[in-house]
């Protein structure tokens, strides 16, 4: 039995673009890791780290404003780009990163900090029904 070859491009992994994210300390609000290291609650104003050193690099500076006690838990969100737009890949990450799914007039859905793009339950429903 022969095994076909393996295309060279076939065995690389492809790196999804990532945004850092937390929880603010102060208050539990998700936070969004911005391009000059600082935190938004805006989903939009996200620094999109596109290689897995530069996610690396960010991820080590979120990590120090955990040891300064600005943030909590941060970790990379692998993002998704759509009609020029960048949401979070899983549903989890686009409901922390928009707000309430009961009510799109609350929360950073309501206040325009939400992706701009994401699953169809969040963005486009009026409510999410588990």
Known sequence: MSVAPRRPDAAREIQ????ITANRLADGVVVFQTGDAGWSEDFNRAAIWRDEA???SALARAKE??????????YPVPVDERNG???PKAL???I???????????GKQAEGHAPLSGPTAVMEADHVSL
């Open 85 to 87: 737009h960048v949401a």
């Open 54 to 56: 530069a996610s690396a």
């Open 65 to 74: 404003d955990e040891q300064a006690n600005l943030v909590v838990e941060p």
């Open 16 to 19: 999804m673009p990532d945004v």
């Open 92 to 94: 989890r990450e686009a």
């Open 96 to 106: 922390r990163a928009a707000g309430p799914t009961i009510r799109r007039d609350l």
